[in-house]
C-alpha cells in the first residue's frame, strides 16, 4: 500500500505560479512512477509523471509550463505550475504507479487548483 497526501492548491491569478507537494509513504519500493492528474468536470487527466528512472512526460496542454520533480527517496513529489492558465483549474491528484498494475492505482484526497482571469 501507498499513502500519498497533496498540498499546496489554492487560489492564483492567470500567468502566476503555485507550486503543489505531494508527500509519500508507504511501500515505497514498490512505486514505479509518481504522477499529477487533474480533474475539471468531466475525466481524470494526467498532467505530469516521473518515473523511477527520472523519465517525464507531460501533457501538451502543460508543456514549457508545469515541471515535476522528486526527492531521491520517493517521499515527497513536486509539481511546478508557472504561466497558469485559468483552463488549469481543477482538483489536483497525486497518484502512484506500482509495479505489477497496470496504470495509477493509489491516490491522495486532492487538492483545489483555482485560477482567475
Known amino acids: 500500500q501507498v499513502q500519498l497526501v497533496e498540498s499546496g492548491g489554492g487560489l492564483a491569478q492567470a500567468g502566476g505560479s503555485l507550486r503543489l507537494s505531494c508527500a509519500v509513504s508507504?511501500?515505497?519500493?514498490?512505486?514505479?512512477?509518481l504522477g499529477w492528474f487533474r480533474q475539471a468536470p468531466g475525466a481524470r487527466e494526467l498532467v505530469a509523471g516521473i518515473?523511477?528512472?527520472?523519465?517525464?512526460n507531460y501533457a501538451d496542454s502543460v508543456k514549457g509550463r508545469f515541471t515535476i520533480s522528486r526527492d531521491n527517496a520517493w517521499n515527497t513529489v513536486f509539481l511546478q505550475m508557472d504561466s497558469l492558465k485559468p483552463e488549469d483549474t481543477g482538483v489536483y491528484y497525486c497518484?502512484?504507479?506500482?509495479?505489477?498494475?497496470?496504470?495509477?492505482?493509489?491516490w491522495g484526497q486532492g487538492t483545489q487548483v483555482t485560477v482567475s482571469s
Open positions: 497518484g502512484a504507479y506500482t509495479y505489477g498494475s497496470a496504470w495509477y492505482n493509489s
Open positions: 508507504g511501500r515505497l519500493f514498490n512505486i514505479y512512477a
Open positions: 518515473n523511477r528512472d527520472g523519465g517525464t
